[in-house]
């Protein structure tokens, strides 16, 4: 099995190497362009941007992987659906003629700008990918958008693979939405976009393209609004478990759920709609499952129908705010995790890591083709759907062979060590002094691994998050999230301690769980029947007999799960190794305090002295200019404000240094000294 992942990679370094001397060969060089893949990945610099970044050069550090698996990683897709790949190519901003695509403009959400290469030919970012699904070809995102991260110093770009993005999914998502309606509502925009995409040769006619592009606003749009906010995330943070629960709740609502809430007083209070206005927006055409196509119209008849007062209520009703924004984790050690995400809610063993990416790409628009069927099938037993039931059928975009391949890629990367070369020299006598209050301070809950060790593990260590202190409101959500079952009414669902039987509503991660294990009991309708089947079972025989992670218990303290919670032991937050922890600043799980050294700092409350030292209640994120003394993310005068002020934004707790956080045996350690935490600073550098 891991033979043929092996020689996979093989063809690809050997087509990729082939066409990159063919380019050069062709463009009269006498060099190709191998040397310059090897050097920089074909990354873009920056002179001067719009929140004051510049790099000229950008460098890799060694962290296992070459040019080739670094590009594989970035461009290879996973099903995400986002537009049709010659809309995003066309698209303009909004009331501009520069493209949306455009480099200055995609950096400015923070998605690392990429130069043309064999693999990348129209020169998408880093993470965006085209992908082909049932004939048509769309653009999508790869894990790498939010997972591929770089800090710049002294014109210098670290380019840091597996690491925290800084992008800014929230924003250019509304942007787009706002650049497709700008672009149907204007004639010279739209006239524009027609004749740029009909160059193309994928559409045949202006009136299919206008009808695709109505299509695609309503739907980027409802995504907008079904996933809005009330705090925002800004750069380098993104709510994915609350996005990938709606995704999941749009997508199993049924028919006849959405006309009782249509009914519903406590829902539509005084304007509770007539049987005759909601078959006006629920035709009898519409089935229980309804397609992607009749969703299309139902919301956008819904959006002409109901009042903005009622729109607002039903999308309470329907809909959990996904108002706790994290950072992107980074994702060197993640294969060989036994619990990962910030809660540890995903289980790492046999076909764990599977379902988790299947999650992630349900959340970055799979197209999720889910439908009623009148028959069992082979997939519906292998989901766990019940008999007596109405089968759904989970065809969707999701690749899983990708999936399965990309996990296998992540086993060998490393993570990133300190380049004393550009970031400055590690001062050896205060790392030493720094170790001894690491041991004391810190071990109990970040364990030290050999970073290069094939065989290492990572044991998340998961605490309370009353104990730990830091804000609570991404664990709280993944539990307390609850929505209506729709298709998944009356279906069992395993959660460690038993199955619960799913109820018209129930809690969103048993909803998610049921989900992601049909998709990947779903062979990929996109294939002949033989092959769709004999690769499915050569892909989840592979993924399930190369994870060498096995189940195992939880390890820290925290709450069990038992009958009465069975979700109970995600209320709490996990400590992993800390190897090249300084490369993934902001730091705490919602990226709520800028440097390692403000981490060391206690957080300013009421009554305590003015003239002490505190992490910082504001800062700025969204450059990525390095402050190697602080180690963490600069804060100028640009960029989104961070306001610890606001839910889900507290920077308390993990205040061990500071005397104010226990250690795991109940015991309260004395405050570091400046110069104490500037040692266990400089020790921190070398993990």
């Avoid at 994702?331 to 809610?345: E, F, M, R, S, T």
């Amino acid at each position: 099995m891991k033979q043929y992942f092996i020689s996979s990679k093989k063809r690809f370094l050997f087509l990729y190497s082939a066409s990159a001397l063919l380019i050069g060969i062709l463009s009269g060089c006498k060099v190709g362009l191998i040397p310059e893949a090897e050097q920089s990945r074909y990354a873009a610099t920056v002179e001067q941007d719009q929140l004051g970044d510049s790099y000229k050069e950008v460098k890799y550090l060694d962290q296992g992987w070459n040019a080739a698996d670094s590009l594989w990683f970035y461009y290879t897709t996973q099903g995400s659906n986002l537009m049709p790949y010659d809309f995003f190519l066309a698209l303009e901003k909004a009331g501009e003629s520069q493209l949306f695509r455009s480099d200055a403009n995609m950096n400015f959400y923070r998605y690392l700008p990429q130069k043309a290469s064999p693999g990348n030919p129209d020169a998408l970012p880093v993470g965006w990918v085209k992908d082909d699904y049932k004939g048509k070809e769309y653009v999508g995102l790869t894990c790498a958008a939010c997972h591929t991260g770089q800090v710049n110093y002294n014109g210098v770009g670290i380019r840091i693979d597996g690491g925290p993005a800084t992008a800014d999914m929230e924003n250019i998502m509304k942007d787009i939405a706002k650049a497709l309606k700008y672009t149907r509502e204007n004639a010279e925009a739209s006239q524009r976009f027609v004749k740029n995409v009909l160059a193309k040769g994928n559409y045949k006619s202006e009136a299919a393209i206008l009808a695709d592009l109505k299509k695609y606003e309503q739907r980027i749009y409802d995504y907008t609004v079904i996933n809005h906010s009330p705090t925002a995330y800004g750069y380098a943070r993104l709510d994915a478990f609350g996005r990938i629960y709606n995704r999941v709740l749009e997508h199993i609502i049924n028919e006849r759920e959405l006309r009782e809430l249509l009914r519903d007083p406590k829902v539509m209070r005084d304007q509770v709609m007539t049987k005759e206005q909601i078959d006006e927006i629920i035709p009898k055409d519409v089935g229980k499952v309804m397609s992607g196509e009749q969703r299309d119209h139902v919301m956008e008849r819904l959006s002409k129908h109901l009042t903005k007062w009622q729109l607002g209520r039903l999308r309470h009703a329907l809909f959990n705010a996904p108002d706790a924004p994290v950072s992107y984790p980074f994702l060197w050690d993640i294969a060989q995790h036994d619990y990962v995400q910030w809660n540890g809610i995903a289980d790492n063993a046999g076909l764990g890591p599977i379902g988790r990416n299947a999650g992630e790409v349900i959340g970055v628009f799979g197209t999720l083709d889910w439908k009623e069927e009148k028959r069992t099938t082979l997939s519906s037993i292998i989901g766990g759907q019940s008999d007596g039931i109405t089968q759904v059928s989970f065809d969707s975009s999701i690749n899983v062979q990708n999936l399965h391949r990309i996990e296998s890629h992540l086993m060998k990367l490393n993570s990133p060590e300190w380049p004393e070369e550009i970031l400055g020299e590690i001062n050896r006598e205060k790392a030493a002094r720094g170790k001894t209050l690491f041991d004391e301070y810190c071990e109990a809950c970040h364990a030290r691994i050999d970073r290069e060790d094939p065989n290492r593990r990572i044991i998340a260590n998961m605490t309370k998050v009353n104990f730990v202190g830091t804000d609570s409101a991404m664990a709280k959500n993944s539990f307390a999230a609850q929505g209506y079952s729709g298709i998944l009414r009356n279906q069992y669902v395993g959660l460690g301690v038993g199955n619960i039987l799913l109820d018209k509503q129930a809690p969103v991660a048993a909803l998610l769980t049921q989900a992601t294990r049909n998709v990947v009991a779903t062979p990929d309708p996109d294939k002949w029947f033989f092959q769709r089947w004999t690769d499915w079972i050569v892909n989840l025989a592979k993924a399930f007999y190369e994870n060498e992670i096995k189940s195992s218990i939880k390890h820290g303290n925290y709450d069990p799960d038992t009958t009465v919670n069975p979700l109970a032991s995600l209320n709490a937050y996990k400590g992993r190794s800390l190897n090249g922890i300084w490369a993934t600043a902001p730091y705490l799980h919602n990226g709520s305090v800028p440097s390692l050294y403000d981490l060391l700092l206690p957080k300013k409350r009421e009554g305590d002295p003015e003239e002490g030292e505190y992490r910082p209640d504001q800062f700025k994120v969204g450059s990525r200019e390095f402050d190697p003394i602080k180690v963490g993310l600069k804060s100028n005068d640009k960029g989104f404000t961070f306001d610890t002020s606001f839910p889900g934004n507290s920077n308390a707790g993990h205040e061990y240094t500071s005397g104010k956080t226990a250690q795991p045996n109940g015991e309260i350690l004395k405050p570091l000294s400046k110069e104490q935490k500037l040692d266990l600073l400089e020790y921190l550098k070398t993990l």
